[in-house]
């Protein structure tokens, strides 16, 4: 099973800028999906971005034309720029993937493989 390790979290203030990783090691099928979800205290979890092994990519209505997902498929890693980063945007980050389709859904209940998250926090 492919194993997802993420990187990047902290603190930063409004308006800055953050930069995550996910790191799937492990990763032996070229045909996936990956990116981020997220997950504020009391809320369900969200899609932030998804990238697929065809190049094509989705994002959450709340950070398009803030953030940006990109891939090495060489490397296997995921990155995620966000930028103008609000308060809103306080939350645990997840790295997820599913092997085996090109197909990028919002539900996160269609994603197998999740990282333990790192988490992001805006200040005002």
């Known amino acids: 099973q492919v194993q997802l390790v993420e990187s990047g979290g902290g603190l930063v203030q409004a308006g800055g800028s953050l930069r995550l990783s996910c790191a799937a090691q492990?990763?032996?099928?070229?045909?996936?999906?990956m990116g981020w979800f997220r997950q504020r205290p009391g809320k369900e979890r969200e899609l932030v971005a998804i990238i697929s092994s065809r190049g094509i990519t989705s994002y959450g209505a709340s950070v398009k034309g803030r953030f940006t997902i990109s891939s090495d498929k060489v490397a296997n890693t995921v990155d995620l720029q966000m930028n103008s980063l609000q308060p809103e945007d306080t939350a645990n980050y997840y790295c997820?993937?599913?092997?085996?389709?090109?197909?990028?859904?919002?539900?996160?209940?269609?994603?197998?493989?999740w990282g333990r998250g790192t988490q992001v926090t805006v200040s005002s």
């Open positions: 492990g990763r032996t099928n070229p045909v996936y999906v």
């Open positions: 997820i993937t599913r092997s085996g389709t090109t197909v990028i859904t919002a539900r996160a209940d269609e994603y197998r493989t």
